[in-house]
């Protein structure tokens, strides 16, 4: 199977990744909430219907039945499951009336109501997505798509020569061929020597699929925000409104001019291993940064103001919500790795910065 993209619908795909995933910055800062389709956020579609295998409900094929098969709960313990940590839940402040990026609808702050839950320490890796794949065959839809993007800064010269489309206003979005998770930066890559880094090139569907497979589920928004903040009240980032507290890195993100140089001050231009920066209040590691995490939540930019219990978003939409930011995040076009912010992609979309944790509700 192979797709061919128009090209107005790659330009629009890659307009729509630079935009949800850092952009449309300075146009959103000064535009109201309805401003935010004007970078074509909320427009970015594959064509699953050509392809004829996207996977509506992933869940259904890794059932519980199937996951006592196959999961590594029940066969390898935690050599394949993540390490998880009690989130206690209760009341807590989501959204902020400051908001960085408004048209993201970070606001208005509004008191909500989450159940404990447990939640990953950290980003599902390549060597857990790998267990996944080898008990389960399962296929991602970046491979049946046969391509993804990646940040052209990232790519090898050889992958580059190769493609012909960019987009004047984001080039640094490139559509690669054969592309996915196994292959970061197109065929010559490898995750050989990155097993222990965030697993890249996932949709919503194939995150949902592997916390399934676990036993487990995405969060919601809400439990995320809740997990970020761990118990600080109005504070920019978990750890609290110093983005480097003492000249420390607490977040694999951009330092330098985007996108021309990466200083990689933190000390990675790429994605990171796994807690390579410290854990926050509730022991969870690059909860921002690193790469940007799906929830289970559909995109709204409207929030009520009433007091919510285990909200959990629209009851349908296009796009679900993404949380954190990534290591391409500076503050210059990508504020997003605040507790607050927010941006969405839809469920099939993926992209070499965007992965997820797991959670559940009793621990695995
Ligand atoms: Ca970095
Ligand atoms: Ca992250």
Redesign the pocket.
Known sequence: MVRHYPLFLVLVFVNEVFCLQSSCRGEQDSLPVEGAGGCGCGKLKRAADESGTATKDPADKYSAEANERTSGASEDGNKVQSQMVLIPGGEFLMGTDNPGIPADGEGPQRSVHVDPFYMDVQEVTNQQFQSFVGATGYVTEAEKFRDSFVFEGILSDSVKNQITQAVAAAPWWLPVKGANWKHPEGPDSSITDRLNHPVVHVSWSDAVAFCSWANKRLPTEAEWECACRAGLKDRLYPWGNKLNPKGKHYA????GEFPTH?S??????QT?PVESFPANGFGLYDIV?NVWEWTSDWWTVHHMTDHQHNPTGPPSGKDKVKKGGS?MCHKSYCYRYRCAARSQNTPDSSASNLGFRCVSREKR
């Open positions: 694999n993100l951009w330092q990466n990689g001050e933190d000390g990675y231009v990171s940064g290591y």
